[in-house]
């Protein structure tokens, strides 16, 4: 069984920073892709930022040159760091894997984190 849990959302005016944290635990063999995903009221889940086994990184355009993700592999653990904060950042923000357990390859979600960014 695996879990992913989340930690880091809040409050913040818009310019400043926050960076979120996810854990990856249980039965891992490897993990593929570590990413995360915000969610704004009303809308579809969408990609922020995604790592790769290597290092490969995608991010959304509209967060380039903002936000950056990095991953601790000896932690299984995936970090968000984001500046310049606007309030269109403003949503709930899930850590998504796929990982490879003793059960196979599956995809997890976390349960989410609330990031506000006050005008």
């Known amino acids: 069984q695996v879990q992913l849990v989340e930690s880091g959302g809040g409050l913040v005016q818009a310019g400043g920073s926050l960076r979120l944290s996810c854990a990856a635990s249980?039965?891992?063999?490897?993990?593929?892709?570590m990413g995360w995903y915000r969610q704004a009221p009303g809308k579809q889940r969408d990609l922020v930022a995604r790592?790769?086994?290597?290092?490969?990184?995608n991010y959304a355009d509209s967060v380039k040159g903002r936000f950056t993700i990095s991953r601790d592999n000896a932690k299984n653990t995936v970090y968000l760091q984001m500046d310049s904060l606007k309030p269109e950042d403003t949503g709930v923000y899930y850590c998504?894997?796929?990982?490879?357990?003793?059960?196979?390859?599956?995809?997890?979600w976390g349960q989410g984190t609330q990031v506000t960014v006050s005008a």
């Open positions: 998504n894997a796929d990982i490879v357990s003793f059960t196979g390859r599956n995809n997890y």
């Open positions: 790592i790769i086994t290597g290092g490969s990184t």
């Open positions: 249980g039965s891992i063999v490897s993990i593929i892709v």
